[in-house]
């Protein structure tokens, strides 16, 4: 079921894209990440590196964890917050009733600024998985 709701959502930004390309006569570049975490505490960055020329950045990120707090933030290459989420599993890791918990960001951004945005992971005792998805649109010069 968590799978299928991902592909779902992969392919919906997936035919969003490919609308704006027909559209557009532009490029779509798309990347996909996954991260999986086993009781880490370590924060992370990842880096995405956006070239001058791109015209929309898209972002999705999803989140399943099953134990743990979990804050996801955005940052563009001049240190602003862009967007974050928080997701936090509430069952004990040694308790008898297993929970996952899910928390999705999505996010698009007109004009985006040149450089390396990033994605910061700070996890605190997480299990789980993090996948991030990012598609940037350049017109045709």
Not at 100 to 109: A, E, F, N, R, S
Request: charged letters at 25%; one cysteine or more.
């Amino acid at each position: 079921m968590k799978k299928s709701i991902q592909l779902l959502v992969f392919i919906f930004v997936f035919v969003l894209f490919g609308q704006q390309t027909i559209a557009q006569d532009c490029t779509s570049v798309n990347t996909s990440r996954d991260i999986e975490l086993d009781g880490s505490s370590e924060k992370e960055e990842i880096k995405l590196n956006v070239d001058a020329g791109v015209k929309q950045l898209h972002l999705f990120i999803n989140s399943t964890i099953s134990t743990g707090f979990l804050t996801v933030e955005i940052y563009d290459p001049k240190g602003k917050k862009r967007g974050y989420y928080t997701v936090e599993s509430q069952t004990k890791s040694n308790a008898k009733k297993k929970e996952t918990v899910c928390g999705q960001l999505q996010k698009q951004i007109s004009d985006p600024m040149k450089g390396d945005w990033v994605v910061r992971l700070i996890p605190k005792n997480v299990k789980g998985k993090i996948s991030i998805h990012s598609g940037q649109v350049q017109e045709k010069s």
